[in-house]
Each structure stands twice: as C-alpha cells, then as structure tokens.
C-alpha cells in the first residue's frame, strides 16, 4: 500500500470539527453584524442613543478623586455601557459595528464552542456601570451568546454622585465641557449672545483644539504673540460665524433635527478638509457644506435614499470579500 494511502480518521474528523467551528464563528459574527446595522436603523428612527459611552472623554470631563482596585467579581453585562479605545466598533449592547472586528470577534466565538476558558476581561467601574479597558470582543461575543454576567477584573473610579445605567452621563459631561469652555475662552463675554452648543461629548475640546491652532497662524502671520482672548474673538468672527451663516442661509440645520450650529460646524470643518484631501482642489464652505447635506441628511425620505445607497455598497463589498 501506497505511504500516501495511509490516513488517521482522527485527523480527518478533528478538520472537519475545525472546519465546522469555523464556519459557525462566521455565521455568528455576520449574524451580530446584521443586528447590530438594523438596530442602528431602528435606534435612528426611535432617536435613541445607540453609542458606547467614550471612557476618555468622560473621565476627562467629570470630577474624580481617585481609584482603586477591587478585584474578581462577576459583572452584569447590561451595566457594561462604554469602552476606553473600541467605542466605535460596537454599539451599546456591543454588537459589532465595522467589518474589521471580524478576525478578532472570530477567534473568541470558536473559544466559546470548543468551551475554552478564556481570561477574565478588565472593567472600569464608575457608580454602578462599567466601561471596557480590555476584551471588548470577549463582551460582545458573550452578549450575543446570551450570557448575562461575565467574570471581570475591575478598577473602581471614585465620583461624588451615584451613576448608574439610567443616569444622562452625556448630559452631564456636555454640561461639564461647556463650563470649561466658558471658563478658557470667555466667549459670552468677548461676543455676547453667541450660542456654542453641542449635542455630543467632545466638541468643545475640538473647537477648542481650532482655536489654537488659529492663534498660532495669527502669530505666524504677524510675527509675534496674539492674546488669546483675540485670538477667540478672530476665529469667532473669521471662521464660526462664516460658516454658520452659510448653515443658516442654506437651511441646513433642518436636515438635522436635535442638532445645533454648533455640531454642524464641526462636522462640515471636517468634512471640508476630507473633501479637499480626497480631491487635493480647492472646495467652498458652500460646497462642503451642500455636500455634507446631501450625504448625511437625517431627513426620512433623502436618508432613506443614502441608506439604500450605503446597504448596496456593503453588500458589494461582502460579495467582493
């Protein structure tokens, strides 16, 4: 008999167990994909709040006195609300957002089949909810295999007032960035009645990043220091004000209902330096700003028709992988 004809069933059937597992962690992760992309849809139309709470931004913007290290404990998973580094690759309940997490989610979705023990992840406790420091994909994968607690080494932060899953803690951290806000810039001072709100954590600490880099090209320009509070008056009148002006004459900010001029400010800025990096030529605010509309409008009927757009896409590029 030929060397070659030689074959151990047990090799053969351990494959075909691989084979099988594998195919199961696919399912599973395209499975968790589809949910976690129609329960975006559904959180949009329901104007509920679908984000992982960013751990940075929050401990950057609430009072706290220290920590300290409580040990092994078994964690609820629905009090796991928020990430260090990951909140953007899953949702609030850490369904995967991106296809990128796929490998990763993968290989601890076969863990869980072959029933391999796989280490504790790290938490962040702060009043009664955690955030994810490390084992983001070990959290989503045990929520969407149904566990309800997950063992955890935890490290408690220290907050003078309770928090738990219910608290708005976006509410009070935007509360907390716009004290800070006012307090460097004296914005209500310097332009009485300009009105710079945001709905979202972390936009303040932008414009704010904005405005010093506008301080800076002032003194490149005039070849010396700039007072700061002039600096905030220049960038108000020369750059915010321009393109709120545009927002307001072009209606845009009713393609965004709960939005402020604010929000759109930043959002535009940005996608004004995207457009001209993607097509290295000069764009208009106007341009940037109309583009922007047409793209991310949160009108039903012109969202619905980028939505289609978006599914389309993804399903080419899920045809192409």
């Not at 220091?225 to 002006?245: C, F, I, K």
Request: glycine share 6%; no cysteine.
């Amino acid at each position: 008999m030929n060397q070659n004809e030689h074959h151990d069933p047990s090799e053969h059937g351990s494959l075909q167990k691989n084979l099988l597992i594998a195919s199961a962690a696919k399912n599973d992760f395209d499975t968790a994909l589809r949910k976690g992309f129609w329960r975006a849809v559904i959180s949009w139309f329901r104007k509920m709040d679908n984000r992982l709470l960013p751990f940075d931004e929050f401990r950057r913007n609430l009072p706290i006195s220290g920590q300290h290290h409580i040990g092994n404990r078994q964690v609820l998973m629905s009090k796991i609300v928020g990430s260090i580094g990951r909140y953007q690759d899953f949702d609030r309940v850490f369904l995967p957002r991106h296809t990128h997490t796929r490998g990763r989610w993968e290989s601890i979705d076969k863990a869980h089949l072959q029933d391999i023990s796989l280490p504790p992840v790290e938490l962040y406790k702060v009043g009664e909810i955690y955030f994810v420091k490390d084992g983001n994909h070990r959290v989503s994968v045990a929520r969407e295999r149904g566990q309800m607690y997950i063992d955890a080494y935890v490290i408690e932060i220290d907050v003078p007032f309770p928090i738990d899953e219910n608290t708005d803690v976006e509410a009070l951290i935007l509360q907390n960035e716009a004290i800070q806000f006012e307090e460097k810039t004296h914005i209500a001072q310097i332009r009485p009645g300009a009105d710079i709100r945001f709905t979202l954590p972390g936009g303040t600490l932008k414009v704010l990043e904005h405005i010093q880099v506008h301080e800076y090209y002032m003194g490149e320009k005039r070849h010396g220091s700039v007072p700061y509070e002039e600096a905030v008056a220049n960038w108000y009148d020369e750059v915010y004000m321009p393109l709120v002006q545009v927002i307001r004459q072009n209606h845009i900010l009713d393609e965004f209902p709960g939005r402020t001029e604010a929000d759109l400010y930043m959002w535009i800025i940005e996608h004004l330096y995207f457009l001209r990096e993607e097509y290295q030529a000069e764009v208009s605010l106007e341009q940037a700003a109309a583009h922007f509309a047409g793209e991310y409008s949160k009108k039903p009927f012109r969202w619905f028709i980028n939505l289609i757009h978006r599914i389309s896409r993804m399903i080419e590029s899920e045809k192409e992988e």
